[in-house]
């Protein structure tokens, strides 16, 4: 979504709305994958008519894989509050600060910053302030995340200690947020879910993306597309860079490589 299908207005261009619409008229499978929650999707999904029995969505990065109608879950991981206090403590002594997504409190922050308003305004919910070291051991965390500006989250990550990379799925997902999630979340993952659900081989998916989240599921597609936009390492693993979310690169590639090819066999 963000720095692929959206633009920098965090809106979906008529170039990219018109591309989707002929895919899904000649039968095949849109899927929005996201770091987002599904309450911040939800408005995108609508938009795009992406909302039946028989529509499929991924969330949290791949944390969660549903059905979009009915809400069926087929694919759901989580951490837990212990998670959280840990990597709480993590944060204070790296100087950053922490969100997180639990299933009953929603969006939750030890603190309100300026990462906070960023993201309650993405994804359309409030943020609620809680004392991290109080949450039940239990509680399920969908994932948390370390915010702050660039540099210093920069200079966080490259400090991270080497067992939180050995204990969770650590994936950067804008140039102020990282995204700690189950060890077995990623969009990779996720994906291939959703082509056992489709009985499709990977040889049958097209994915596009632009940041380090979207890796696991670009060296699983058949095809793997990059945004122009995207970071090096990104582009690295791309079999395709298509242009950039300002300049409707997901609309190029999909008239480029779908649409062109599905009138080819006609």
Request: glycine content about 6%.
């Amino acid at each position: 979504m963000d720095g692929t299908l959206l633009n920098n207005q965090k809106s979906i261009s008529d170039a990219n709305y018109q591309a989707i619409m002929a895919t899904k008229e000649a039968g095949i499978k849109v899927v929005l994958a996201s770091g987002r929650p599904l309450q911040g999707l939800q408005p995108h999904l609508e938009h795009l008519g992406l909302t039946s029995e028989d529509d499929f969505v991924v969330s949290y990065n791949g944390s969660l894989v549903q059905r979009v109608g009915c809400g069926e879950v087929l694919h759901k991981t989580s951490l837990k509050g212990h998670d959280a206090k840990s990597i709480f403590k993590i944060s204070q002594q790296l100087g950053v600060y922490i969100h997180a997504f639990s299933v009953k409190q929603g969006l939750i922050t030890h603190q309100h910053n300026e990462w906070t308003d960023i993201e309650a305004k993405l994804n359309g919910m409030p943020a609620t302030e809680v004392d991290f070291e109080m949450l039940d051991d239990n509680e399920d965390i969908i994932k948390v995340m370390m915010v702050a500006h660039e540099k210093q989250l920069t200079a966080a990550i490259k400090n991270l200690p080497t067992h939180l990379k050995q204990q969770y799925t650590v994936v950067q997902s804008a140039p102020f947020f990282l995204e700690l999630l189950h060890p077995t979340s990623n969009k990779g993952i996720a994906i291939e879910k959703l082509t056992e659900v489709l009985n499709l081989s990977p040889e049958q998916v097209m994915c596009v993306g632009d940041a380090e989240n979207d890796h696991a599921m670009l060296k699983f597609a058949g095809l793997a597309v990059a945004m122009e936009n995207a970071d090096a390492e990104t582009k690295a693993l791309a079999d395709h860079i298509t242009a950039s979310n300002q300049n409707d690169g997901v609309a190029r590639v999909i008239e480029e490589m779908v649409l062109s090819k599905q009138l080819c066999s006609a």
